[in-house]
């Protein structure tokens, strides 16, 4: 009964915000109106198997707005990706660093804390390096809601005061075109969705990193590319960004709220660290490449890959681009990020 009511609220919240034209609103008024519930009655329910219906639908998504010109223009994003990875990585050792002085967590967990990865994945590894896995899930889980809050309306906002064009919702580019043929729709929409899952449970299953949406979203890009079929409507898109919200906002409770408050000044610090460190690696992005200032900022907001593919999809950047990013920078932290700190501890024992 609670996960219904949990999922009505998420779509209630999600509309409202979609109505009152927030930037990535399906996701983030779903998220705010769940975490409400969550926080004031402690009853929101939410299944974390929903949290793999909403990574394949987000790869399918993607991957069925990819096409030959998008992967003849791969190459133009390696250097952005080493750029990207590099600092975010040399950045989260920073934030650790300095959340462990100005607060009682110790290094191990603070470096675990603010690694700019997955909240699940930085809080498995942590419990193998001895350190408080609670917290670093807590840390986590404020750093990536914040993120996902605060960076569209805060990028949003830069473009239009730099007078940059690229700040129109692109919902209906690409293979998003108006289609009379409602049983074509049915029949393109089905198939891409059952490729999309086919292949996305392929990656859920091996274990990969970040596995069910890169499959899935690499397996809907092939598709299109050799038949140009494709195709997920706006509606089923909106769907996804509302379970994906509710997902996020179940998880806060209200001894969640209460711990952080101790931890608050240090955590304004490390967010506030976070934004001016997109900004850096956005202008970087496009100085040494050749993307637009609206595909670099989501590619170097540091949420998650899901939650920001498919905000910069809606938000006017190149979703395909930020999603290959964004899964070099999650791959490649959760690789090499804990092999760093291991070599860290070590030097300072």
């Given at each position: ?53 909403t990574?394949?639908g ?31 990585c ?62 569209p ?16 919702d ?8 108006y ?163 291991k ?5 300072l024992?």
């Amino acid at each position: 009964m609670f996960i219904a009511i949990t999922i009505l609220i998420g779509i209630i919240g999600g509309l409202t915000a979609v109505r009152l034209k927030m930037p990535a609103g399906a996701i983030i008024g779903s998220l705010f109106s769940v975490a409400l519930f969550s926080i004031f009655t402690g009853k929101a329910e939410f299944p974390q198997s929903f949290k793999l219906v909403t990574q394949i639908g987000t790869g399918a998504y993607i991957g069925s707005r990819i096409c030959s010109k998008d992967v003849a223009e791969i190459k133009s994003i390696i250097k952005p990706a080493i750029i990207l990875t590099f600092l975010m990585c040399f950045f989260g050792i920073f934030a650790g660093t300095l959340l462990s002085i100005i607060s009682d967590i110790d290094l191990t967990t603070a470096l675990f804390a603010t690694a700019p990865a997955g909240l699940a994945d930085m809080t498995l590894i942590s419990v193998d390096f001895g350190a408080d896995s609670s917290r670093v899930a807590a840390v986590q889980f404020v750093r990536l809601v914040s993120v996902i809050a605060i960076m569209p309306n805060l990028i949003k906002y830069y473009l239009s005061k730099s007078n940059n064009a690229q700040i129109e919702d692109k919902t209906l580019e690409k293979n998003e075109e108006y289609c009379a043929d409602h049983n074509e729709i049915f029949k393109r929409t089905l198939m891409t969705m059952a490729v999309g899952f086919a292949f996305g449970s392929v990656g859920y299953v091996t274990g990969f990193p970040a596995g069910s949406i890169s499959f899935s979203m690499i397996a809907c890009a092939v598709y299109n590319i050799r038949t140009s079929k494709a195709y997920m409507p706006v509606s089923l898109r909106r769907g996804i960004q509302y379970l994906g919200g509710a997902l996020i906002g179940a998880r806060i409770t209200m001894e969640q709220v209460i711990g952080m408050r101790v931890l608050l000044p240090a955590l304004i610090v490390i967010i506030t660290g976070y934004i001016l460190l997109t900004f850096v690696l956005g202008f970087l992005m496009i100085k040494f490449s050749t993307l637009d200032i609206t595909t670099a900022l989501y590619s170097s907001t540091a949420g998650g890959l899901t939650d920001m593919a498919i905000i910069a999809s809606e938000m006017g950047a190149d979703a395909p681009k930020v999603a290959v990013l964004q899964f070099a920078r999650v791959v490649s932290i959760i690789a090499f990020y804990p092999i760093v700190i291991k070599l860290l501890l070590h030097i300072l024992a």
